[in-house]
């Protein structure tokens, strides 16, 4: 393998990484601002509730960008 072919093949890995850092980004970062809106809301009713709020947002937030990535895949 030639080096320029490994150095393309390199460029391509980067652009594909920062392709998918920058679609997390956008999508973790609604997904926060939308449970902060709804944890505003909820906020003074059951703490019980506000914590799930913000356990479904985190989680909703790590794992809604892997899913969006694997159905894009498909």
């Known amino acids: 393998m030639s080096g320029l072919a490994w150095f393309g093949g390199m ?3 980067a652009a594909a990484a920062t392709e998918f850092a920058a679609q997390w980004f956008i999508q973790s970062t609604l997904v ?3 449970g ?5 809301i909820v906020r003074k009713r059951n703490p019980a ?12 937030a790590l794992v809604c960008p ?4 694997a159905l894009s895949q498909a």
């Open 66 to 69: 892997l899913v969006a990535q």
């Open 11 to 13: 460029l391509d890995l």
């Open 36 to 40: 902060l809106a709804v944890a505003a």
């Open 49 to 60: 509730l506000l914590s799930a709020v913000y356990h479904t947002t985190l989680v909703t």
């Open 32 to 34: 926060i601002a939308a």
